[in-house]
């Protein structure tokens, strides 16, 4: 039988709880070794018009949403809810940024795909 979260002083809410900040580590390496490999593949390709500069942008303002909220998580900086509600802020800037370039490509894909 499977015990239910709240189950307790040593259940699974307490193995969560304290594998939360080792996570939060791992999201934040993650977070910029994908910026990192991204801007090398931007920066190799010299134009602005590429998809590797597009992935570049967005993964700059994800970056920038998400890097205080972890860092506040792990206690480097604190901030209170400021932080929380600036990344959100920030992470649905970078999504229409996202649906920008995707749609900006489908349209070029239609207009050199009628000529």
Do not use: C, N
Request: charged letters at 15%; a neutral charge; hydrophobic letters at 55%.
């Amino acid at each position: 039988m499977l015990a239910p979260l709240e189950s307790g002083p040593s259940g699974p809410v307490d193995a969560l709880q304290t594998l939360a900040p080792f996570m939060e580590g791992i999201s934040l390496v993650l977070i910029i070794a994908s910026l990192s490999i991204i801007s090398y593949l931007a920066f190799r390709t010299k134009t602005v018009r590429s998809f590797q500069f597009e992935m570049f942008l967005f993964m700059l303002v994800l970056a920038a949403a998400e890097a205080p909220r972890i860092l506040e998580t792990l206690g480097v900086v604190t901030g209170g809810p400021y932080y929380d509600l600036v990344g959100l802020e920030i992470h649905s800037v970078s999504m229409v940024f996202l649906a920008a370039f995707v749609g900006l490509r489908i349209y070029r894909f239609w207009r050199v795909g009628t000529k």
